[in-house]
């Protein structure tokens, strides 16, 4: 997936429960987040077969949202920095906006959906581990507290999923031939002549669900 999107920025909500007992190195709990991976605009220019050329600005803008269920087991316990091992499993979705700027050229072309959305979705596994640091070992008096500085690595895999080439943009006036990926098409109408005509404005990938996950988050223990 890499060479055809760019790194992920989220946002993201935990919440764990730690078991009682003998079973209080193990947490239990859910996570949601939010992020982004495209936001950027591209000036096309629409050549239609009559011979007219409509310029009009392209917005491109794709996330990902993800929600799931996690387990976390501490290697050591009730010390300043905890070691641990993290397993989740969930459902992750892609999606991307794709929005055409009105031209405002009367006698011109104009898309006939502005919006084009695609979506696709699957489920996702993922295994890990990292570092919980109490807040505490950065003041001067080094005392424990309940907040902590939380560095995570997560391997996250899932089946298949469709999303939108955002490393490369597509031509309009010159597609590309011989790709992987499928073209995906706007829908144009004349406004003298009524005549429909389509035109490329992306290109959709479909790969095997494969990220790294890196976390820094900040813990808080609620009583």
Request: some cysteine; hydrophobic content about 35%; proline content about 4%.
């Amino acid at each position: 997936m890499k060479k055809n999107i760019r790194s992920v920025h989220s946002l993201a909500l935990s919440g764990l429960y730690r078991l009682p007992g003998k079973m209080d190195r193990v947490q239990i709990g859910a996570d949601v987040g939010w992020g982004m991976y495209a936001s950027t605009r591209k000036e096309q220019t629409f050549t239609f077969s009559n011979g007219d050329i409509t310029r009009t600005d392209v917005f491109y803008s794709s996330m990902v949202v993800q929600g799931g269920l996690q387990t976390r087991i501490d290697l050591l316990r009730n010390k300043a920095i905890t070691p641990y091992l993290n397993g989740k499993t969930g459902y992750t979705s892609f999606y991307s906006n794709i929005f055409i700027e009105d031209p405002s050229d009367p006698g011109g072309c104009a898309p006939l959906d502005q919006r084009n959305i695609i979506k696709d979705g699957t489920i996702y596994t993922g295994y890990g581990g990292g570092l919980q640091i109490d807040w505490g070992i950065f003041g001067k008096t080094g005392k424990r507290n309940n907040g902590w500085i939380d560095l995570s690595v997560n391997n996250i895999q899932g089946g298949n999923i469709n999303y939108i080439n955002t490393r490369k943009l597509v031509d309009a006036n010159n597609p590309p031939v011989n790709s992987d990926g499928k073209p995906l098409n706007i829908t144009f109408v004349n406004a003298s002549t009524q005549q429909l005509h389509e035109h490329q404005v992306a290109e959709v990938y479909t790969s095997p669900l494969r990220m790294l996950e890196i976390k820094i988050s900040a813990t808080f223990l609620l009583n």
